[in-house]
Nanobody
Framework: QVQLVESGGGLVQPGGSLRLSCAASGILYSIYAMGWYRQAPGKQREMVAD????????NYADSVKGRFTISRDNAKNTVYLQMNSLQPEDTAVYYC??????????WGQGTQVTVSS
């Protein structure tokens, strides 16, 4: 089993920044990638960004390219999401996950990000 603990959400004004963190613990050898998803009220959960644990290859949703950066620290088993130029449409619960090549292993509990003036 893999346990994920997220932190870093909160309230920020439009144009502001936040950094989310997700620390993994437990049985980690099968993790291929770590990523962030988000779910806004009344909408489906969507992929935000993803990074492979080995080579660090990244993948981003078009809506966040150029504004969000995903990174990882394998020594700490932690993945980060630096979010800049936040907009109200970025308001959502953000979830961390870890996966094998094809299967999600675990989800975090979610952290609320609210962008509002």
């Amino acid at each position: 089993q893999v346990q994920l603990v997220e932190s870093g959400g909160g309230l920020v004004q439009p144009g502001g920044s936040l950094r989310l963190s997700c620390a993994a613990s437990g049985i980690l050898y099968s993790i291929y990638a770590m990523g962030w998803y988000r779910q806004a009220p009344g909408k489906q959960r969507e992929m935000v960004a993803d990074i492979t644990r080995g080579g660090g290859a990244t993948n981003y949703a078009d809506s966040v390219k150029g504004r969000f950066t995903i990174s990882r620290d394998n020594a700490k088993n932690t993945v980060y999401l630096q979010m800049n130029s936040l907009q109200p449409e970025d308001t959502a619960v953000y979830y961390c996950n870890v996966r094998t090549i094809a299967t999600v292993i675990s989800w975090g509990q979610g952290t609320q990000v609210t962008v509002s003036s």
